[in-house]
């Protein structure tokens, strides 16, 4: 299971940190041997990918419209992974979503995502 959380309103220009916690782990697999995907989906728009995090390698991705703003983190001994958002735009407001991954495909950050956490808004005032 994934808990995504810390959303919320901001100013634009202010700084949020979402946090997702993975629990329910098997015997065959462990918190480091998923990655982690964010993703965001705003009103009316589709889904996009947002950053991403191969937990055992600890090696990220951005997309474009985030980069330099947002930073992936990951704390193994809390189950976490944590999304750190600054200078925020009213562009930015969505709810985002965490996904795990342990398997290569064709979603963002090239792996398939097979579960996902309820997500959390964020609204980002002008």
């Known amino acids: 299971q994934l808990q995504a959380s810390g959303g919320g309103l901001v100013q634009a220009g202010g700084s949020l940190r979402l946090s997702c916690f993975a629990s329910g782990f098997t015997s065959r697999f462990t918190f480091d041997d998923y990655a982690i995907g964010w993703f965001r989906q705003a009103p009316g728009k589709e889904r996009e990918g947002v950053s991403c995090?191969?937990?055992?390698?600890?090696?990220?991705y951005y997309a474009d419209s985030v980069k330099g703003r947002i930073t992936v983190s990951k704390d193994s001994a809390k189950n976490t992974v944590y999304l750190h958002m600054n200078s925020l735009k009213p562009d930015d407001t969505a709810v985002y979503h965490c996904a795990a991954a342990n398997r290569y495909g064709s979603d963002w950050c090239n792996y398939e995502y097979d579960y996902w956490g309820r997500g959390t808004q964020v609204t980002v005032s002008s």
């Open positions: 995090i191969s937990l055992r390698e600890a090696s990220t």
